[in-house]
């Protein structure tokens, strides 16, 4: 079994800053592509960011210049470093991550985290 746990959430005034961090843990034997999606009530869930095994990435034009992904590839944990943040990033957030186990790929999502921007 494959397992995805975030962690970092909260509440925070709108201009702060929050990290995020979502390890996976189980019968890994690689991790492709990682991300972080968000859906706020009453909303679909959107793309926020995503990162390649070889580090290049891509952001929402929402959050770009203010969120940053990065990942520990050492510790299978995926990041997401958000500043400045707006009352409109509140949502709940949830990692992916496309993780081999054996020979096969599959699509793993962590169970979110809230985050709650204050103004």
């Known amino acids: 079994q494959v397992q995805l746990v975030e962690s970092g959430g909260g509440l925070v005034q709108a201009g702060g800053s929050l990290r995020l961090s979502c390890a996976a843990s189980?019968?890994?034997?690689?991790?492709?592509?990682m991300g972080w999606y968000r859906q706020a009530p009453g909303k679909q869930r959107e793309l926020v960011a995503t990162?390649?095994?070889?580090?290049?990435?891509n952001y929402a034009d929402s959050v770009k210049g203010r969120f940053t992904i990065s990942r520990d590839n050492a510790k299978n944990t995926v990041y997401l470093q958000m500043s400045s943040l707006k009352p409109e990033d509140t949502a709940v957030y949830y990692c992916?991550?496309?993780?081999?186990?054996?020979?096969?790929?599959?699509?793993?999502w962590g169970q979110g985290t809230q985050v709650t921007v204050s103004s």
């Open positions: 990162i390649t095994s070889d580090d290049s990435t």
């Open positions: 189980g019968s890994i034997f690689s991790i492709n592509a």
């Open positions: 992916n991550a496309d993780i081999v186990v054996v020979v096969y790929e599959y699509r793993y």
